[in-house]
């Protein structure tokens, strides 16, 4: 059996281990809800459904005393937020929970710390106190409050559940710019740039890494993937740039045959070229099993974001830290590393463990598979114009 | 630091002191016998960088004496890396470049 024949069983069985993983996560999330709402408080029992989104207990030892739970969610930035409330026969709040979160850990443990959720707790669901969103976490706070007034509003029975959110001014802006980033890298790359190649592709990078990078901080990575492949887009986001920017960067993929993101565009690549032009080093030697290690490890943490329906569990790039400083411990110390391998060899992270390469990687390799071979879109035009 | 001595703590300090001073001269030594010209003021800027990167560990390791580990570390990392950044533009300024004839 030849090499390609292997590699090509390894690319199917990994579309069937991702399948796998998304539909052992629908069975293993069914009949969640009941058991999630019994974990709230073990002072309630008999809950029964009375409405959509809407379950009716008692208090343990007084069956009179009625007890109401409302769940509601709102998007956040990595998906649908759900909280759950449990208000009592004075429609007084007795308890917030958050039922489930797409966000990455940190910034969920920020939010809660600051008391956004137990702010609610001894009030009125007809008087809801004025809870600021924690900074640096803004979506996540958002989706949280407003996820406990949805809730509380469907307990009321007024929730009206077909609620769209609109674009807002400043998402479209970031669409915007990064459509043109996208634009202006086809430019670059096209036989009809007459310019220095090199030093405008290193200016775009520049420009990335300040624009997508710096200012929006919505550069996708793996969890970005696993969004788009499950659907969690479709229940609303908070912010859709990075996916924008996800599309954007695959259309422009399979339209060109070439990895514009990648080489033009992704601003932790920036950072990173950026310091090893100081030092003038080369690329590290990619081995076999390092390129392998990689990919297994893309695999795995894509198979177990989709089995938890939990975008944020594929996350382990460091473009949070870097740009937002947000991040566990452990991701500070390998963003460091990475930073000061920058200044020895070229691209590290882009080269050794970048998981987006991975999958970019895969997907050339499965579009290799198309029968008919198509050349790169502008190097038919290039013969035609010669001959 | 040396609780019961008087003179250890004077004498500690010193040796620091001389330790620096080689570590930096036997740097500037280095590249002059690899044919680099350094002039004054590129050694006193070797000094800096020495002297700010040393700040940086103290600073790191004090938080950890006082028992914030975590805080010491993000000092290090937060810190030092701009001071390791800065040190390599130096180093490419001044060290990797063409020999003078």
């Known amino acids: 059996m030849s090499r390609k024949r292997v590699e090509q069983i390894l690319a199917l069985a990994s579309i069937c281990f991702l399948f796998a993983a998304w539909f052992a996560g629908g069975v293993r999330s069914k009949g969640e809800i009941l058991e999630q709402i019994k974990n709230i408080s073990s002072q309630i029992q008999g809950v029964t459904q009375i409405r959509p989104q809407v379950f009716e207990g008692y208090r343990r030892g007084n069956p009179s005393e009625k007890l109401y739970i409302g769940i509601a969610g709102h998007p956040s930035y990595g998906g649908l937020l759900q909280v759950a409330i449990v208000v009592n026969s004075n429609q007084t709040i007795e308890r917030v929970a958050l039922l489930q979160d797409t966000d990455t850990g940190t910034y969920i443990t920020k939010v809660l710390g600051n008391g956004v959720l137990d702010a609610f707790l001894g009030h009125k669901t007809s008087q809801f106190p004025q809870v600021d969103a924690v900074s640096g976490a803004t979506l996540t706070s958002t989706a949280m409050i407003k996820g406990v007034e949805k809730a509380a509003a469907s307990i009321h029975g007024s929730f009206q559940p077909k609620e769209k959110d609109a674009f807002s001014k400043e998402e479209v802006v970031k669409a915007a710019a990064t459509l043109g980033l996208f634009l202006t890298a086809v430019f670059i790359s096209s036989r009809f740039f007459r310019w220095n190649k090199k030093y405008a592709r290193l200016g775009l990078l520049g420009v990335s890494t300040v624009i997508l990078g710096g200012l929006y901080g919505a550069q996708f990575s793996l969890s970005s993937f696993v969004l788009l492949l499950s659907g969690g887009w479709t229940k609303g986001l908070g912010s859709y740039t990075s996916l924008i920017c996800l599309i954007l960067a695959l259309l422009f993929f399979f339209t060109t045959r070439k990895n514009l993101y990648c080489a033009m565009i992704c601003p932790f690549g920036g950072v990173q070229e950026g310091l090893g032009r100081i030092t003038r080093c080369s690329p590290p030697r990619k081995r076999e099993w390092m390129k392998w290690s990689a990919r297994l490890f893309t695999l795995f943490a894509m198979g177990m974001a989709l089995y938890f329906r939990n975008a944020s569990n594929a996350t382990y790039e460091p473009f949070g830290m870097v740009f937002s400083f947000i991040g566990s411990d452990a991701l500070f110390a390998l963003t460091i590393l990475i930073l000061l391998a920058s200044l020895f060899v070229r691209r590290p992270w882009c080269t050794l463990f970048c998981p987006v390469t991975c999958v970019f990687d895969f997907l050339a390799f499965v579009r290799s598979w198309v029968p008919f071979n198509r050349e790169p879109w502008n190097e038919g035009r290039k013969k035609e114009v010669a001959s | ?101």
Not at chain 2, 38 to 45: N, T
Not at chain 2, 63 to 82: C, H
């Open chain 2, 1 to 101: 630091m040396f609780p019961g001595s008087t003179m250890l703590n004077y004498i500690f300090w010193m040796m620091m002191g001389a330790l620096q001073v080689l570590i930096v001269m036997g740097l500037v030594e280095l590249l002059k016998s690899h044919g680099r010209k350094i002039v004054w003021w590129q050694v006193s800027l070797i000094y800096l960088g020495f002297a700010v990167f040393c700040s940086v560990i103290a600073g790191g390791t004090t938080l950890m004496g006082e028992y914030e580990t975590i805080a010491g570390w993000y000092f290090i990392g937060v810190l030092g890396l701009p001071v390791v950044i800065c040190l390599a533009i130096l180093a490419r300024l001044f060290v990797m470049k063409k020999k003078s004839a």
